[in-house]
């Protein structure tokens, strides 16, 4: 039994073989008939016609691995340039950022520099921002500078641009600074809004967190405010002196309860790039 099972699988294999060599021998007289140029007879006509079907049959498989083959090439080849490029402008964007943080660090330290023209009254230590939580990025941050400096609590601390806030506490080599965004009720600003006839009063005392705006109440008078008008510190209380600028008028409107006038500023400084600042030392001046 063995015996015949290996002999058909051998009989198999044979007549495999000898009819791929029976298609070749097709395919090759086939060629041999299409490049005489002689007329062809009509078996001829029929086995040239059965020959290209076979042959057909027979390399179908092989374009069509062919093509997928090359097809997964192409895709290979276009993602590796895709990737390419996709990295390239990563590090485009990238130095674009830094590029544009680099020029507003230039812009600050000149800001900086001027104040000493307009602060001459005063000494002035210039600070770098080392330390800012998430969790109170708008109420408290911590500068490199504190008591080895002489810096004290309740200095003053601004930007080239405008006010940020005071000194809350100091260690030696550094000082917490509360923000005039800080959510702290209980810090209240007085400030005054220049309009085109006067000065009028009121008190800084909140920040819009979803739009980013100071918010002053307690008008203490009807003077006409209008947007665009400029708000400083009215040097009315012993923390800040006068003429700070805060920011400008953004919106006048009511308040919640619709019984008096509520100002929204925006203000002069961006609170979400915070790097230099300078602090005020000397007796404040009120004039």
């Known amino acids: ?123 002035l230590v210039n600070a770098t921002v080392i330390n800012r939580n998430v969790g109170s990025w708008y109420n408290t941050l911590t500068i490199d500078k504190g008591a080895k400096n002489d810096v004290k609590v309740g200095m003053v601390v601004l930007t080239g641009s405008g ?47 979803k739009r980013k705006e100071l918010l002053v109440i307690d008008i203490i008078d009807d003077t006409i405010i209008k947007e665009g008008d400029t708000v400083v510190t009215s040097g009315l209380s012993d923390a800040y002196p006068k003429g700070i600028v805060v920011g400008v008028v953004s919106k006048v409107e009511n308040d919640d309860f619709g019984t008096s006038r509520r100002i929204r500023v925006k203000p002069a400084t961006d609170f979400n790039y915070l790097n230099y600042v300078t602090i005020l030392k000397g007796e404040i001046s009120y004039d």
């Open 163 to 209: 006010l940020i806030g005071k000194v809350i506490k100091t260690n030696f080599y550094t000082s917490d600074v509360k923000l005039i965004t800080t959510m702290d009720l209980n810090n209240k600003i007085s400030v005054g809004i220049l309009t085109d006839n006067n000065m009028t009063y009121g008190l800084l005392s909140g920040y819009d967190l």
């Open 1 to 123: 039994m063995k015996l015949n099972r290996r002999r058909k699988k051998m009989e198999g294999k044979y007549l495999v073989l000898i009819i791929v060599l029976v298609v070749f021998i097709l395919i090759g007289f086939i060629s041999l008939s299409v490049k005489d140029d002689r007329g062809q007879t009509f078996i001829e006509k029929g086995l040239k016609d059965i020959g290209l079907n076979i042959q057909n049959i027979l390399y179908t498989p092989f374009r069509f691995v062919g093509n997928k083959i090359d097809n997964y090439n192409d895709m290979k080849r276009i993602y590796k340039e895709y990737k390419a490029l996709d990295e390239s402008k990563s590090k485009t964007n990238l130095l674009e950022e830094e590029n544009k943080e680099l020029k507003k660090s230039v812009e600050d330290l000149k800001k900086l520099l001027d104040l000493k023209n307009s602060m001459s009254d005063y000494e």
